[in-house]
């Protein structure tokens, strides 16, 4: 069998409109990270499964909120999504692109897009939680990994993070695993919550066993937490997500 082709790239320093986003004016040098990456799905809008349908796009609370703000530190922003919904005939590539257009109209143009279209059993190196997607978003942005943040709402996102050698941000929903939470470096209550911690002039990087910082509270107190791996990543449900008509709800277990 041929090895999986690398991730999907699919937009540049434009968004839908042609409009360049705002210079990126921070220090490269200094305590704000190069670049922040999101996962889509339970983190930036409400995670519909194998979800090609741009009018069921609806962002996450406070989501263009927070993305405005790390814009307006002139740091870029991107996304890093699994899609297994195109190894398993769900998904068609003009349907992700018409969900990432949308997800663009709603809440603002993004500097890269790094997409895995693979299943989980085809062994690529970009389906998270693999590094694969956080590289190649920083390569395309030529930032360093050990720059980089990632925020998203399950392990796989963490774990992305921290083999890429970036710092991962976790925000919990419904479909958060507790020992996720529990083993994660960073936790926030929301995206607000989360970006205000990558916007605080504190060093990006977190080594092992550094006490984690914990938005829940709003607080910004650190706190220790127990270090451990996270287990084999999965997106839980809850029990009101919709599965489109047709479509296999995920197994239990896996990760989309």
């Known amino acids: 069998m041929t090895r999986p082709t690398g991730?999907?790239?699919?937009?540049?320093?434009y968004g839908p409109t042609g409009v360049r986003q705002p210079p990126h004016a921070h220090d490269p040098g200094g305590p704000l990270p190069a670049?922040?990456?999101?996962?889509r799905d339970g983190t930036l809008v409400a995670d519909v499964p194998y979800n090609g349908d741009p009018a069921r796009v609806?962002?996450?609370?406070?989501?263009r909120e927070a993305l405005d703000a790390v814009r307006a530190a002139g740091i870029p922003v991107g996304v890093v999504t699994n899609q297994s919904g195109v190894a398993?005939?769900?998904?068609?590539?003009?349907q992700v692109e018409d969900v990432r257009l949308r997800v663009e109209e709603l809440l603002g143009p993004f500097s890269v897009w790094a997409v895995c279209p693979h299943g989980p059993g085809e062994g690529c190196g970009c389906r998270k939680p693999a590094p694969g997607l956080v590289l190649a978003a920083c390569r395309r942005l030529a930032v360093p990994p050990e720059r980089?943040?990632?925020?998203?709402?399950?392990?796989?996102?963490?774990?992305?993070?921290?083999?890429?050698?970036?710092r991962g941000v976790l925000v919990p929903t419904a479909a958060t695993r507790p020992e996720e939470t529990v083993s994660a470096d960073t936790t926030a209550a929301d995206l607000l919550?989360?970006?205000r911690i990558v916007l605080d002039p504190a060093p990006v990087a977190a080594p092992a066993g550094q006490p984690r910082r914990d938005a829940?509270?709003?607080t910004g107190e650190w706190r220790h937490s127990p270090a451990g791996p996270v287990?084999?990543?999965?997106?839980?449900?809850?029990a009101s997500a919709a599965v489109p008509r047709g479509h296999p709800a995920l197994p239990s277990g896996e990760a989309r």
Request: net charge positive; hydrophobic share 50%; no cysteine.
């Open 7 to 13: 991730p999907w790239l699919l937009s540049g320093p």
């Open 216 to 218: 829940g509270a709003a």
């Open 148 to 166: 980089t943040v990632v925020i998203g709402d399950i392990g796989a996102d963490v774990e992305a993070a921290r083999a890429a050698g970036a």
């Open 231 to 238: 287990g084999e990543p999965r997106r839980h449900r809850a």
């Open 88 to 94: 398993r005939g769900l998904l068609t590539p003009r």
């Open 193 to 195: 919550a989360a970006v």
């Open 58 to 63: 609806a962002p996450m609370p406070r989501a």
């Open 35 to 39: 670049a922040v990456l999101f996962d």
